[in-house]
C-alpha cells in the first residue's frame, strides 16, 4: 500500500505546475514585503537590538523547526551532503547576510515602495540572470522558445522596476517632509537610499547563488521524502537551513558589533533605547516626562513579540519561494524573478496602504499603478514561459 500511495502523490502532487509555483510565489512576495510592518510597533528599541532578535527567529529558529517537522532525516541529510555544497551554500548566504543590513538601510531612507523597488531591481538581474549563466544553461534557454518567453517576462519586470523608480524619484520632489513622516519616512533621502539600495540588491541576489549550490543537498532531501512517502515539495527546507545559517552570522557579528560599541545590552531588560526607523510613536507623556524612563513590562514583552514576528514572516517568503522552485519545472531560475516582483507587488501595496505616495502628484500616482501593472503582467509571462517547457 506504501508504494501505491507513493506513485498516487507523484500523479496528483509532485511535478511541474507552473500556475501552482506562481500562486506560491506571491504568497512568498506578500510574506516578505509585510516583514517590514512589525517593526513600526517596537517602541524604544535601537536597531541592533529588535534586528538581532527578528534574526534569530528568521535564520535560526523557524527554518529549523520547520525542516525538521516536514523533512525525515534531516541532520542525516546535511551530513551526507557533500561539503561542497553546504560550504558554498552557506559562503554566499554569509554574502547575502551583507546586502541584507544594508537593505534595512534603504528602507530606512526610501520608504517600502521605493526601497524595495529600487534593491530589488538589481537583486533581480543579478540574481535570476548570473546562476544559468555559470551553470551553462543560457545557451540553450535563449535558442527555446519557452525561455525566450521566460526572459521576456524577465525584461517586463525589469521595466516595471524602472518606472516604479522613476515613480520613487517623481516622489521626491513633491511630498513634504511632514507627510514623509507621517508614513513613518523620518530619514527619507533619495541619494543617500540609491547608493544603499543598488549595493544591497546586487550583495542580496547571493541568495539565489547559495539556492543554486544546495542543489545537490536538495536531490539528498528529496530522496529521502519519496522514501517516506512524503511530498518533494519540501526537498529545498533542508537547503534554506545552511544558507540561512551563512546570513545569520553576518547579521550576529555586526549585531554584537553595535551592541558593544553603543552600550545598549541593558535594552533587552527593559532599558530605554531609540527606533532609528522612526516608526513607532511613544503614547501617553512618557516622553515628556523622561526620556530615561524603562519600558513596562507590557512595552517590553509586545517588542519582543513584534521582532520574533518579523522574523517568522520573513522566513516564511523562501519557505513559499522553496515550494514555488519546486513548481517551475526545469528552468526554475525564473523563480527569483517571480519572487522578485511578487515582493515589489505588495511592498508598492502596502506603501499605498501606510500613505508613502501622500501628497504625490495624479503623474507619480499613475507611474506606481503602470509599475504594478507591469510587476504583476512580468509574472504571468514568467509563468507562461515555464508552462510552455513543462506541458
Known amino acids: 500500500m506504501g508504494c501505491v500511495c507513493a506513485n498516487d502523490c507523484d500523479e496528483v502532487d509532485v511535478g ?42 528568521a535564520w535560526i529558529l523557524a527554518p529549523m523547526v520547520l525542516a525538521l517537522l516536514l523533512v525525515p532525516n534531516l541532520f542525516t541529510i546535511l551530513g551526507a551532503a557533500p561539503t561542497s555544497s553546504t560550504t558554498y551554500a552557506c559562503f554566499w548566504g554569509v554574502m547575502w547576510g551583507v546586502g541584507g543590513l544594508t537593505f534595512g538601510l534603504a528602507i530606512r531612507y526610501l520608504g517600502i515602495a521605493l526601497g524595495y523597488a529600487i534593491a530589488l531591481g538589481f537583486c533581480t538581474a543579478f540574481g535570476t540572470l548570473m546562476p544559468p549563466i555559470f551553470s551553462g544553461q543560457m545557451s540553450s534557454i535563449l535558442h527555446e522558445s519557452s525561455g525566450q518567453v521566460i526572459l521576456a517576462g524577465v525584461g517586463v519586470c525589469m521595466l516595471a522596476i524602472a518606472v516604479s523608480g522613476l515613480a520613487g524619484y517623481s ?13 513613518g519616512e523620518r530619514d527619507y533621502s533619495f541619494a543617500k537610499g540609491l547608493a544603499v539600495a543598488i549595493f544591497a540588491g546586487i550583495m542580496s541576489s547571493c541568495f539565489a547563488y547559495g539556492l543554486a ?32 545559517w551563512g546570513g545569520f552570522v553576518t547579521n550576529f557579528v555586526w549585531s554584537i558589533f553595535l551592541i558593544v560599541k553603543n552600550h545598549s545590552w541593558a535594552q533587552f531588560a527593559g532599558a530605554p533605547g531609540i527606533n532609528p526607523m522612526g516608526a513607532a510613536k511613544v503614547t501617553g507623556t512618557l ?26 514572516i ?14 517551475m519545472g526545469k528552468y526554475d531560475f525564473s523563480s527569483w524573478t517571480l519572487h522578485m516582483a511578487s515582493i515589489i507587488i505588495f511592498a508598492t501595496l502596502w506603501g499605498v496602504a501606510l500613505h508613502e505616495w501622500k501628497g504625490t502628484s495624479r ?18 509571462v514568467v509563468g507562461y514561459g515555464n508552462y510552455l517547457k513543462v506541458r
Do not use: C
Open 16 to 57: 511541474p505546475n507552473p500556475v501552482i509555483g506562481v500562486v506560491y510565489h506571491w504568497t512568498g512576495g506578500l510574506a516578505s514585503a509585510s516583514n517590514f510592518i512589525p517593526f513600526r510597533g517596537i517602541k524604544r528599541w535601537s536597531w541592533e537590538i529588535y534586528w538581532i532578535i527578528q534574526g534569530f527567529a
Open 171 to 183: 516622489k521626491e520632489h513633491e511630498i513634504s517632509t511632514e507627510d514623509r513622516a507621517e508614513a
Open 213 to 244: 549550490a544546495g542543489k545537490p543537498i536538495a536531490e539528498i532531501a528529496r530522496v529521502q521524502l519519496m522514501a517516506h512517502d512524503r511530498l518533494d515539495l519540501w526537498q529545498n527546507l533542508p537547503v534554506l537551513v545552511v544558507v540561512l
Open 287 to 312: 516622553m515628556d516626562v523622561d526620556p530615561t524612563t524603562r519600558l513596562t513590562p507590557e512595552t517590553l514583552v509586545k517588542n519582543y513579540v513584534l521582532a520574533a514576528l518579523a522574523g517568522v
Open 314 to 327: 520573513w522566513y516564511f517568503q523562501f519557505f513559499f519561494y522553496s515550494m514555488g522552485q519546486t513548481k
Open 363 to 380: 503623474r507619480t500616482k499613475s507611474l506606481v499603478a503602470l509599475g504594478l501593472v507591469l510587476l504583476v503582467s512580468s509574472t504571468v
